[in-house]
């Protein structure tokens, strides 16, 4: 296999094109932090530093999932074609690179300042942690969602942004929102999760109580978003921002309805792109009208 070659069938393994998730947020994060009385100045080294920091971080808690999942994905007829269970990367590949990365992380953020030194591990652990989650608590889409919320919490901290419950309610549109969207793209295992025993919100409460404690959590969303406009006193186009996902989040629930799972990847990724996108765009837009 040439390096190439390989570079793409490691990238897909830990799903790189699903670091458009995150990233938007963290970017808008550090846009917002901009504004605030106490920063650190943004040079070239620290906004590189922050992207590695995310890029390892995200790819240590994928690989790890990834070889933690390997038999459970080898049983899941929709999952055993993934990398490991396929004998496309040996899983003891997939452990190694997640510990590296997660040492390249660490090591990164120590240059970021005390703060992000003394918190990496702990943010490491929560990220880890949730590919165990689901093996014992239903509320592991919260885990998740808080896992990706740590990418503009940390953000903020490496800017040299007062903590405030601004960036907490940043960070808790980003939990309800991937919990919304999560609980969606699990109902494609409903039934495999209550055979094998792990725990979800769609293998507790059903189709119907996942479709609303989606909706709910989507709710919530819109809602934290525009309170974070509102405390950090920002212009009309961050409430649109905060509009528009909402009308996307809206779409992505017609498109599954009442459970289509036919339609559940394009409102997972399609969707959740734009959401995550578009946010930061207006973010961004914003920033320039002040």
């Known amino acids: 296999m040439s390096a190439i070659a390989r570079l793409r069938t490691y990238g897909n393994l830990v799903a790189f094109s699903h670091t458009i998730f995150a990233m938007p947020f963290a970017a808008s994060a550090l846009v917002l932090s901009r504004a605030e009385p106490q920063h650190t100045p943004l040079t070239t080294w620290r906004l590189l530093a922050m992207v590695l920091c995310m890029v390892t971080a995200r790819t240590s808690a994928m690989a790890f999932n990834r070889w933690a999942d390997r038999d459970v994905d080898a049983k899941n007829p929709r999952t055993k074609t993934r990398h490991i269970p396929a004998g496309q990367v040996p899983a003891k590949n997939a452990l190694i690179l997640a510990l590296a990365s997660g040492v390249v992380f660490m090591g990164t953020a120590a240059t970021l300042g005390r703060w992000p030194a003394i918190l ?86 059903g189709l119907r109580g996942a479709l609303v404690i989606s909706a709910a959590a989507h709710v919530l969303t819109v809602v934290f978003f525009v309170a974070t406009g509102a405390l950090l006193h920002r212009g009309a186009a961050f409430f649109c921002a905060s509009a528009v996902a909402g009308l996307l989040l809206a779409y992505e629930h017609a498109l599954v309805g009442k459970g289509d799972l036919a339609r559940i990847d394009k409102a997972f990724f399609d969707m959740n792109a734009h959401v995550s996108v578009g946010f930061f765009a207006l973010v961004l837009l914003d920033e320039v009208l002040r």
């Open 120 to 205: 990496s591990p702990l943010v490491l652990a929560v990220l880890l942690g949730y590919s165990l989650a689901k093996r014992f608590t239903w509320a592991a889409h919260v885990w998740l969602g808080v896992a990706l919320s740590l990418a503009p919490g940390g953000v903020w901290i490496a800017s040299g942004a007062e903590p405030n419950l601004a960036i907490v309610s940043l960070m808790l549109g980003v939990v309800t929102w991937l919990l919304g969207f999560d609980v969606l793209y699990s109902l494609q295992d409903e039934s495999f999760d209550r055979e094998h025993g792990l725990r979800s919100i769609p293998a507790k409460f």
